[in-house]
Nanobody, 124 residues
Framework: QVQLVESGGGLVQAGDSLRLSCGAS????????MGWFRQAPGKERESVAA????????YYADSVKGRFTISRINAKNTVYLQMNNLKPEDTAVYYC?????????????????WGQGTQVTVSS
C-alpha cells in the first residue's frame, strides 16, 4: 500500500509556472505507475498526465500538452507535475494517484491510491 501527499499548489497569475510534488510513503515506489488528475468546482475529475513505471511512457490531456510535464525521482519517492504558462482554466484541485499496473492510463478508475489534493488557482 502507498500513501500520497501532494504539495506545491497556490495562487498564481496567468502565464506563471508552478511545480506540484507528490510524495509517496511505502515500499517499491518505483513499481507504481503515477498519474495526475484535477477537478474544478462543479466539474468532473479529469485526467491531466500519466507516467508508466516500466518504460517511462507519458500521456497528457490535450488541454495541457506542451505546457505540463510529469516526471518522477524514484530515489525520492516523488512524482512531479511541472506546469508552465498557466491559464485560468487550469484552476482546480490537483490530485496525484498511483496504480500497481505498470501500464500508464488516463482513466481515474484505473488507479488504486489517491492523495488528498492541492489547490491551484490561476488568476487572469
Amino acid at each position: 500500500q502507498v500513501q500520497l501527499v501532494e504539495s506545491g499548489g497556490g495562487l498564481v497569475q496567468a502565464g506563471d509556472s508552478l511545480r506540484l510534488s507528490c510524495g509517496a510513503s511505502g515500499r517499491a515506489f518505483s513499481h507504481y505507475t503515477m498519474g495526475w488528475f484535477r477537478q474544478a468546482p462543479g466539474k468532473e475529475r479529469e485526467s491531466v498526465a500519466a507516467l508508466s513505471s516500466i518504460d517511462g511512457v507519458t500521456y497528457y490531456a490535450d488541454s495541457v500538452k506542451g505546457r505540463f510535464t510529469i516526471s518522477r525521482i524514484n530515489a525520492k519517492n516523488t512524482v512531479y507535475l511541472q506546469m508552465n504558462n498557466l491559464k485560468p482554466e487550469d484552476t482546480a484541485v490537483y490530485y496525484c494517484a498511483a496504480r500497481t499496473n505498470p501500464i500508464a492510463t488516463m482513466r481515474a478508475s484505473g488507479y488504486d491510491y489517491w492523495g488528498q489534493g492541492t489547490q491551484v488557482t490561476v488568476s487572469s
